[in-house]
C-alpha cells in the first residue's frame, strides 16, 4: 500500500491541469459537507495487482483518448500506469460513475 499520499495529490494536479474533472474529496464541517482541493482516492485489484482509482465529479465521460495520452506519469521516483479508463455503467436501479484506474509502480 501507498504510504506517501501526496503522490495521489501530485497526479490530481496533473490531471486537473489538463482539464480532467476528477470526483473531489470532502469532509463534514459544521453540518454540511465541503468539498476539499483534493481527489477522492478509491482503491482496486487489477489482473491481481493492487491499485487505485479516481472518478470523474459528474456522470460524463472522461475523454479517453486525452487521459491515455497523459499516461505513463513519473511522479516522485514511481511510475504511474494506466489501468482502464471506464465510462459511466448503470443497472436497474444504480449507476457508476466514469472512472480512471491505474497502478503505482
Known sequence: MIKNKEIFQELFNVLESNNIDIERDCE??????????????????????????????????????????LFPIKIQNKTIELVDVSGVEGDDDRMWKSSISFIIK
Not at 38 to 66: I, L
Open 28 to 69: 463534514f464541517v459544521n453540518g454540511k459537507f465541503v468539498e476539499l482541493n483534493s481527489p477522492d482516492v478509491r482503491s482496486g485489484r487489477y489482473h491481481g495487482v493492487d491499485g487505485f482509482y479516481f472518478n470523474k465529479s459528474d456522470y460524463g465521460y472522461f475523454n479517453e483518448s486525452q487521459v491515455k495520452s
